[in-house]
């Protein structure tokens, strides 16, 4: 196999995020399958048609459905708001079609579960987009975790902050509305931290969590596209109806403790994406905004000369840096997308199962779903209850 | 009132600290009350004799009840083992003596509350030992909260990391007995978190929380003073019987989401004691590792040039400061001992309570029951029940 | 004009970013001329088809001067070696294109005029390649300059710190080679901080410098590519003939005092390209490995929360953020060069030259070519007798 | 030998830094020869009455000669303003009293060595005021180097940045007029660079330098004491006959290059006096306003880890760290008086000269004398000429 034939369904902040993962890679791993922007799907043709040009697809269409019929596309690539995603999943695995979604995967846990299990039976490759995990920085966390540099994990905490809500004049978008987004930071950018934790220390057993929408109400824009939003001249308002922020602790099978944060409300944040985790032998801090950088601590290292080390992740010996630039000259956060459909096209390659997949949005759903039960009931869930 | 003379019980670490603050503060801050360096009281005579000699006291006995009977002392300073502070207070007050305790007050939240209400019945000044209070960094975001500069408190977290547990072979310091440390990293830690919490934002209303005693069983020292231990000949283990980590999350009054985080064993962190207040205004950072620094956010900066600010609060403009060396010239951990000591001595001088006092420290014990209550009966708590 | 076809001439480590730009620039900037990549051209046919097949270019070329030669090609892109930018510019000026070099511009003073007279008097665009003038937060500081809010400039400090060359044993890169590249550290870092050093501060009028070729002798490499080598059988070295390290001490027009320095030799430094610019109002602070950052400190904030501000230059307020993603999602050293080739492009779509041009770069070698004049006699140059 | 007791001529900032280190002293380090406080000395009677008693000291007097007449004087500290201490030191030395004086030792080289002679004809210990050396981090530094972790030295460059005087209405301080201070920024800062770089890195050669004063002229003061200046009434300006910045450049005998910048002018730095080596093997990095930390890299850390550590000199591994608190917990500007005093009270001790002493004190004086002749010859001046 040489080449995989995309569909893409979506064409906002995602859809363009996507779009230039495909078209960058060729160009920086010549050595894996090439992505063919076939076409782009989206309700407003209008505005699918302006992307198709812009974003460089073949086609454009505004019948999802139709791709599905087509034999010239292989892999339906589902960046729409996340109430779509269940419909699309699983007519798109019936029809035969690899299927790469955006997190979360579902609504609800059952969703989740239900797109886990067609895509299964369908025998075709799925995967989801938890792009944080293809930060080169992070990949090392990954790596010294996975030898044993850090020993027995102690702890775990992360914490993923924005302050694009702190003015209570931020219109009502649709990551606001719950019939659309299915939850508010805790589905958006707490599932970023959950499926971090799953990848770099494991299963959690129980959680409880706590919420709060600080500002109820908030002016309905007049047109928004992904995190923005332009003008509200009407003084109409909306019921906002997800959480602004949600915490919860954690415990880990292996014994270690988790703590986790996300809020849309904490000023100075534009986008803190940060996790640290502290073993017996050693730890590491992360930060998104310096996503180059990995902070690592060795207890083993001489007395007089222990430390964090700023270890910029963009040396030969790191994941992914040699297909970019010389040591010191950083990527950015579209890298983390380029990365991820590299590893789509090297499931193709190999043939097996591209990671993270649905497996692993079902069980980042399953704690979400844990902590907002937790949150609920005022009570501790265990999350093999779920 | 010119000067008071100082009766000191316990000569360790905190003992250390002490002496050295009423030492230095007639050179500093030689425009309040002097603190006349009286008596220092030890269970072991070499020790107390030695400790004596070279903090510079007139006097050492053994015998703290000596002091109660003295009419050349003023004011009790506790700062031996917490297991014996609600006695030598209790009796103090009644002696008519002023009292300095450490914190935390003391095991209990009812021997606490019986030793607040002591001395308030005796009519005399007392003080809690929360020096991070002093930290002129931690004074300026204080300044900043009561002015309204960052608006609405939307988050405060809190974070206490240590590292001296990491290593299995550390000994079993009284730190870790519960019957004279009362807790682990919870009151030792948590303790000055939760006091910031109050001080910063207000009081909370319910909490819950989760701990961990990671490493059961500890070498029994021939031998320790302060956190340090020396030579640990024999292979006999003791139990160790209080958290190694205590995280809670919490709500406050004024519907600030809190989370907090106590460990000992957060390989890299020596003594990283921090915090994070976000407001609808602005945010402040602190860490104590850097305690000279406060980073502050303002979101109504110009739209181009918002950003974190590292502000170094050793201008005239800081609290403290005039007092020490021009801008940029650093103070440390003593220092915030001197700070403690001087709101004393102006409490004798305008004859007033001084801050943080006994109602603080019934405060603290409060929140820090109420968490062990949360972790025992595994659900939240609402502090006005404890 | 809606768009421009480029032939490149070049296809090493420049020639992959430029390729890039070229490509990626109508995904994120749709609104600017469109670059056409026709032919890409390198002397080696087996690689440069290989480049053209991975790049996206149409076609390849082995004969650089039949691109001059095609009625379909508007603009040459000269990022081959050093000392081939003269003639090239020359031909290709003669023959009506426009032309965009790599800087430095060439081997010498002289040669770089006579380029600038060339494309002066054939009337076509030039643009010289400083890209780090397209980091947004290098903006940011160059509009904080322009308005006066940094006063009047006292300082300018650049350091440009590589580690590469720390091992003896690294092998003899082409730039390592007078003959070749023209020079070391100096033309190939200090160039760029002293083009920075025009952009925000202005023109210099003497200049003083030393410097060091720490390892005279380095083994002949099998194989070179960009930076990297790759295997060395041979024990045979080959003398090193250009400078490892060069720093000198500047006056610029306006009053300020300059400090340079270029390195291959700081070991832990990969790439920290960095200056500095103290004002009588406030001072920025910038680091490239750190590069969507500037730190921002101004004399007229209230006296208590004074600090450099840590400005995240991702903004919808700072320079070119708004065609890429939400704030605090980072770009890369890669988006400079994209805004580079915006610029360029903006240059046609206006019909003006594009900045920085052969003005820029003849300027800049005049400097370099002081400062070289400075160590061999051992004294200051002035930069107008150059 | 059990105690030393001294005579110390000085009682502004550095007179109050002094004092408190013989006070602190004894509390911390019991184990060395005690400083006894005897007599503080000073001009203005009301003055150094109200020093003696805030201070601790025994007695006072306003007349230093006095002092060397005494046989219960050991030592005198000479700390006040720079143009005195020749005077009082040749007259101490003869007295047969031994002598710590504060840098700069003297307004000229020619009357530096002269003092060096007259204490080592005398026989009296000496000791030189550079108390930077005295940070545990730069002692870390300095243990790194002599142990070859740094391999050979390449570079060392060092900035000592502050800001007091970007406002030109700040007044004519005694530091900034020539006939007492000797030197501006060049000496006051400058000098504390160079003590370092012959620390750490060694002897140099050759120097070439430029400087600048950029407020001509400033306000006559009504009052001024240490940095700090009050009101300032009279619209009368004088002429500023110092440097305000002094730059200059230096090879150093081991084949390192160097650069040095001392300025008063550099808005947002209030005390970075901040230097860098680089070697073969590893950098440092050190910088006074985090003056408990020390950057350290190491080329042979594991090729995926390797990165700056933030090393906190405060474990029992470091300099007088066991003398001070739990590690983590800093200490300040005034701890490096303490350190200082410290190894002068060991040398007493040992019998042995203190180090710096009066050798480094002319040392550090013929390197600024060389780049004050560079500056007005503008050409390298070799040391050795001097």
Known sequence: MKSINVGMIGYKFMGKAHSHAYKDLPLFFPNTVKPVMKVICGRNEQDVAQAQA?????????????????????????????????????????????????????????????????VEESGVKHMVGFNYRFAPAVMLAKKLVDEGKLGKIHHFRAWFLQDWLVDPNFPLAWRLKKEIAGSGSHGDL?????????????????????????????????????LSATGSESDEKGEVTVDDATLFLARFENGALGSFEATRYAAGHRCTNS????????????D???????????????????????????????????????????????????????????????????????????????????VDQSIEKRQWITISDI
Chains 1, 2, 3, 4 share one sequence.
């Open 54 to 118: 812009q974003f460089g697809w073949d086609e454009y269409t505004t019948d999802w459905k139709s791709l599905l019929q087509r034999d010239d596309i292989d892999l339906i690539d589902i960046n729409a708001p996340s109430d779509v995603h269940k419909e699309i999943t699983i007519a798109a695995a019936k029809a035969g079609k690899h299927v790469f979604c955006e997190k979360p995967l579902a609504l609800t846990l059952a969703d989740a579960r239900e797109m886990l299990a067609t």
């Open 288 to 370: 998104f905004e310096r996503m180059n950088e990995l902070q690592v601590y060795f207890t083993d290292d001489r007395d007089d000369v222990q430390g964090f080390r700023r270890v910029l992740a963009t040396d030969p010996a790191h994941a992914f840096a040699d297909n970019w630039w010389p040591p010191g000259h950083t990527i950015g956060y579209e890298h983390t997308f380029i990365h991820e459909v590299v590893e789509l096209m090297n499931a193709f390659k190999e043939d097996r199962q591209p990671v993270p997949n649905f497996h692993d949005g079902v069980k980042c759903q399953q704690v979400l779903e844990a």
């Open 275 to 286: 996790f640290e985790i502290n073993g017996s032998k050693g730890s590491v801090i992360f």
């Open 190 to 226: 707490g599932a970023h931290l959950i499926d971090l934790a799953h990848y770099l220390v494991g299963d959690m057993t129980e959680v409880i969590g706590m919420s709060e929408t600080f500002v109820k109400e908030r002016p309905i824009p007049a047109n928004m596209s992904g």
